[in-house]
């Protein structure tokens, strides 16, 4: 059974720093590409980043280029999310999934807040 | 980016309706879409990939249809358990992007 559990989420304050991390088991996590994806009350799921089975690819949306950073450590099964220049819409829940060119399987999710 | 447009935003049924829930895309995405179900404080599930096929587990009372810029999600006698939000998502272009949610309540 595919299991994913983000860690990480805390309340920031704009400008500020965090790096998530998603810990997956019960699949070949090596085999499979793996998304970041963020959700809002007001914006709905956002997908956010994407990177291939062994890291050497990886995609971003428009609104985290430059300012977020995916990457994975396959032999810890586990993946990250470095965020940096933290704002106030990036306030959201963070999911990591697990899938193809989409993400399939998910997390629980954990909550990023950006507040002064 | 491709808009996903999914109708209603919300609906109220009984259990052992028939509902169908829309989501239209701004391009032809072929059949790149995703159907999920996400209940309240979880994360969403997939039901439907392929825009017709069932995710394993998935019971047969969920249909997916359509290809192109149309696509439909039909549940078939809801049960309790289906009262939840449903989302589309596409898979034919980067960035991903999601229908904004159907909430399914109770009647």
């Known amino acids: 059974e595919v299991q994913l559990v983000e860690s990480g989420g805390e309340l920031v304050q704009p400008g500020g720093s965090l790096r998530l991390s998603c810990a997956a088991s019960?699949?070949?996590?090596?085999?499979?590409?793996m998304h970041w994806v963020r959700q809002t009350p007001g914006k709905g799921l956002v997908w956010v980043s994407r990177?291939?089975?062994?890291?050497?690819?990886?995609t971003y949306a428009d609104s985290v280029k430059g300012r977020f950073t995916i990457s994975r450590d396959n032999t810890e099964n586990t993946l990250y999310l470095q965020m940096n220049s933290l704002r106030g819409d990036d306030t959201a829940v963070y999911y990591c999934?697990?899938?193809?060119?989409?993400?399939?399987?998910w997390g629980q999710g954990t909550l990023v807040t950006v507040s002064s | 980016d491709i808009q996903m447009t999914q109708s209603p935003s919300s609906l109220s049924a009984s259990v052992g309706d028939r509902v169908t829930i829309t989501c239209q895309a701004s391009?032809?995405?072929?059949?790149?879409l995703n159907w999920f179900q996400q209940k309240p404080g979880k994360a969403p599930t997939l039901l439907i990939y392929?825009?017709?096929k069932l995710e394993t587990g998935v019971p047969s009372r969920f249909r997916g249809g359509g290809s192109g810029t149309d696509f439909t999600l039909s549940i078939n006698s809801l049960q309790p358990e289906d009262f939840a939000t449903y989302f589309c998502?596409?898979?034919?272009?980067?960035?991903?992007?999601f229908g904004g949610g159907t909430k399914v309540e109770i009647k």
């Open positions: 990177i291939k089975p062994d890291g050497s690819s990886t």
């Open positions: 999934a697990a899938g193809g060119d989409s993400p399939d399987h």
């Open positions: 998502q596409q898979y034919d272009n980067f960035p991903l992007t």
């Open positions: 019960g699949f070949p996590f090596s085999s499979y590409w």
């Open positions: 392929a825009a017709s």
């Open positions: 391009r032809d995405i072929n059949t790149f």
